[in-house]
């Protein structure tokens, strides 16, 4: 185990939720960051090494599966893992994520104890926070 | 060899724009470029709304879609917002959203066709219709937002509709929010969002 | 946030926080609560040079009609607008380090490069920055002695052109230039003024053009390098990303386009691809084979 905190990044265009996710990650000692769009989660990705990235689906200019698609692309090519959390819960949602490269998909709203225990599962091992 | 001035005339003089028809056929080219480039070259030219519109859904290169959303969103029409609204429901999420991000820029059309929209079966639509109406330049907005968050029975849809309304959240608007968690009880964000919006 | 802030009362907490998340969701500039007096005093001047009294009207009046006036007002309170030779010159700095020898790499090598290098300076104003692009490539780019560039400078306004053409310049422009460059480059013309050499001036093409006309910007190609800094945060939504457009048919597939420092495409258009350099983000104009 190092000192160094887990980062995640929290992609959503809705403010509310941004704050939402953030508070409850950074409660449990998530060291978070946040992203208004699934282009702007690019960008910042390039130039921070993130542990986590909890990505809505639903955004302006990049929405989340292209976003998660450019993540695993060598534009970034991070292998962090990926959380999406989406209000779509149609058949094939899911599918579209993993194929995207997400290694969860979740459907709103996911509760406190959920998302802090998801996100300490899919970062297992990366710092201090897990 | 070093710094070289363009011998050529300025390009403004060689400029002479392809025509309409030439513009309209390129629309089909297997060329992603000379699509891309018809479809901006086709900004404010009427007669091509139709063949635009019916090409969106069907373009596969994330460019050319875009300029032909840029170009369909300044026609700021009926038939344009009726056209792009379909989309709302798609399964492309890429789509979806272009599509809601276009209609958001289009306050002279889109009022019309947004008690439909509100009244739309599929709660994935209404979701949607909270993101076009949080950026929609129209006084109508704030009522619409309202509106959704008084009656949407979707906890999903007013969630989306709180988070849009909060800019222009005011006094007035204390009790419809209080009475949203009551209609959710169950719905720790929506709780979170009101009590946040509240403070 | 029941109280409404009039001019010179500052704002409310509330206020504050609204403000915060359009400007991040307009912009992608993000305030921290540390800036808060700073914002507090900007916003106060925009509202007090407004036919607004209150945070809430001039607020209500930015976001539903995205006024331009308004936006541009404020954008002018809270960011540093000034044009002076070697401006934000870390991006100058990624050109000369990382971007024109990729390019080179790119179109087969400074030995078998075809046609000139081509550089667009997009707006140029008063002609500052397509000019200190071509001082920086002439005194520390020796490849320059072995290949072609074209730099190209334009803007939609006649009067800033007509001063770019006579590169004269004041002492506030020159602050940055070092001294040996300007005892090369310069000679004074009286008034305090100092003219470029008439070498660097005639090599510099400049055109009168608006970025957001596709039909004049078609005029516009195979650009390797385009600087647009600090013009599209100005833009309403489309127009903005008709801009990007028209610059992305101005390109390269390949090509580097440069924005102004706290400006991002996160907030215009997905079409090009974001590219981390040594110096900062830079966007490319996707090539057919990253499609």
Known sequence: ?130 | MGLVRRNAPPPEETAAPPSIDTLMSQLDDPDPDCRREAALGLGGVDEAVPALLSRVAGEDEPAVRDAMLTTLAAHDTAAVAEGLAVHLATDDAGLRTAAAEALATMPVAVPAIVPRLLADPDHDVRVMTAMVLADLPHPGSQTWLAQMIAEDEHPNVVTAAIDALLPSLGPEHHDLLRAAVDRFPGDPFLRFTVEAALR | MTSAATAGAGLSDAEFEKFREYFYKRTGIQFTSAKRYFVDKRIDACIRGSKFDTFTSWFAALRLSDRSDLLQELINQLTVNETYFLREDYQFDSMLRTVLPAVLEARGGVNRIVGPVKILSLPCSTGEEPYSIALRLLEEWPPIDRIDVEIHGADIDSDVLSKAGHASYGERSLQRVPKKWRDKYFSPVGGGRFQLDEGIRGAVTLHQVNVCDTNTMRAFRDFDVVFCRNVLIYFDELSSRRAAENLYGAMRPGGYLFLGHSESMSRISPIFTPTRLPEGIVYQRPTGANR
């Open chain 1, 1 to 130: 185990m190092t000192e160094t905190p887990v980062k995640v990044l929290v992609v959503d265009d809705a403010a509310t939720v941004r704050l939402y996710h953030t508070s409850l990650l950074s409660e449990a000692g998530f060291h978070v960051e946040e992203a208004a769009n699934g282009l702007e989660a690019v960008e910042s990705a390039l130039t921070t090494a993130y542990d986590l990235f909890v990505v809505d689906v639903n955004m302006p200019k990049m929405d989340g599966y292209s976003c998660v698609e450019t993540l695993r692309s060598e534009t970034v090519g991070t292998p962090a893992p990926v959380l999406m959390i989406s209000t779509e819960d149609r058949p094939g949602d899911a599918d579209r994520a993993y194929a995207a490269g997400a290694n969860l998909y979740m459907v709103k709203p996911v509760s406190a104890e959920r998302l802090v225990r998801v996100a300490r599962m899919l970062t297992a091992g990366s710092g201090i926070a897990a």
